[in-house]
């Protein structure tokens, strides 16, 4: 979405949005967080090209088992 006008963006989220909510299978890349947050069952962080972190929301986002993961994620709270 980072190419996207802003107007655009709030609806390719939403057609994001609503594949997912249809059970269709997706693999979604992202820096748009809340978002994954809120429509994945599952995330995956990757960090120099591996697998850096895997698991629900909950335990991404409320319990980073990953040094870099929590790094990245203070930086973008910062952000916000």
């Known amino acids: 979405t980072s190419s996207l006008d ?5 609806e390719v989220l ?5 594949v997912t909510s249809s059970g269709i299978t997706s693999l979604l890349v992202t820096h748009e967080m ?3 947050k809120n ?13 850096a972190a ?7 986002f409320d319990t980073p088992s990953n040094p870099r993961l929590a790094q990245f994620l203070n930086s973008e709270r910062a952000i916000q």
């Open 6 to 10: 802003p107007e655009l963006v709030n």
């Open 14 to 18: 939403k057609v994001i949005k609503d």
């Open 34 to 36: 809340q978002f994954a």
């Open 39 to 51: 429509i994945s069952n599952r995330i995956v962080f990757m960090d120099r090209g591996a697998v």
């Open 54 to 60: 895997d698991g629900t929301p909950t335990e991404i």
